[in-house]
């Protein structure tokens, strides 16, 4: 069975300091990979996703970057944070499933950010 | 435009009830996927249950069900029997099938569950 994980689980980092956060995933092979945000009491921004080694595509203009250095892992860095990062991040996965529309996404279970 | 709309910022239910999460979309396109997702105070986000736009029944996961109302735009998530774990934030999410598409999230709805 695929499984999915995200480290670290929390994190506190102060203002500037770089930033790296990854996600792996098991048991499946050229998955889809997502990078998401929540803002406490919000809902899901999706950052970045990626389709394959070395492919990134960034949905929202930030601070914040991505990498896939291999099939089934995603990081995501910043070289200076800020304020504005903290938040809640979940990685995803998914696999084509014949559709777009049916492609399910599969979530981690976070890393809980604070940026002082 | 917002895609994905849930109205009901808070419900509340009483244990072994039945509850509906309220969910609307907006899209032009034929083919599109309608997904529920729980996230609980840890903060995963748990898959539910998936619609497919072209699926004639209403799809069903155990205790979860999709009121899926294709005139009306609606997909409403049903939890029959609820249990005080099903305490959490959920999600209604959509996909649309042609040309490039994401998954978009609607702001979700916390669900509080008394014994």
């Known amino acids: 069975s695929q499984t999915i994980h995200q480290w670290p689980a929390t994190l506190v980092q102060p203002v500037g300091s770089p930033l790296s956060l990854e996600c792996t995933v098991e048991?499946?092979?050229?998955?889809?990979l997502y990078w998401y945000r929540q803002a406490a009491g919000r809902g899901l921004q999706l950052l970045f996703y990626?389709?394959?080694?070395?492919?990134i595509s960034s949905e929202v203009p930030q601070n914040l970057s991505a990498s896939r250095p291999q099939d089934r892992q995603f990081i995501l860095s910043s070289k200076k944070l800020l304020l504005s990062d903290s938040g809640f991040y979940l990685c995803?996965?998914?696999?084509?499933?014949?559709?777009?529309?049916?492609?399910?996404?599969?979530f981690g279970p976070g890393t809980r950010l604070l940026v002082l | 435009a917002q895609k994905i709309t849930q109205t009901q910022p808070g419900m509340f239910v009483q244990e072994k009830e039945a509850v509906t999460l309220d969910c609307t979309y907006d899209?032009?396109?034929?083919?599109?996927?309608l997904f529920w997702y729980k996230q609980p105070s840890s903060g995963e986000m748990i898959f539910l249950i998936y619609?497919?736009?072209?699926?004639?029944q209403n799809a069903t996961e155990g205790r979860y069900s999709l009121n899926f109302q294709k005139a009306r735009k609606s997909a409403n998530l049903v939890i029959s029997a609820s249990q005080l774990g099903d305490s959490a934030m959920y999600f209604c999410?959509?996909?649309?099938?042609?040309?490039?598409?994401?998954?978009?999230f609607g702001k979700g709805t916390m669900l509080l569950v008394s014994p």
């Open positions: 995803a996965w998914s696999v084509w499933q014949g559709s777009r529309a049916a492609e399910t996404q599969y």
């Open positions: 048991g499946t092979s050229n998955p889809n």
């Open positions: 990626s389709v394959g080694i070395g492919q």
């Open positions: 899209t032009s396109d034929p083919s599109y996927g």
């Open positions: 619609q497919g736009s072209y699926d004639q």
């Open positions: 999410a959509m996909r649309e099938g042609s040309g490039y598409s994401t998954l978009t």
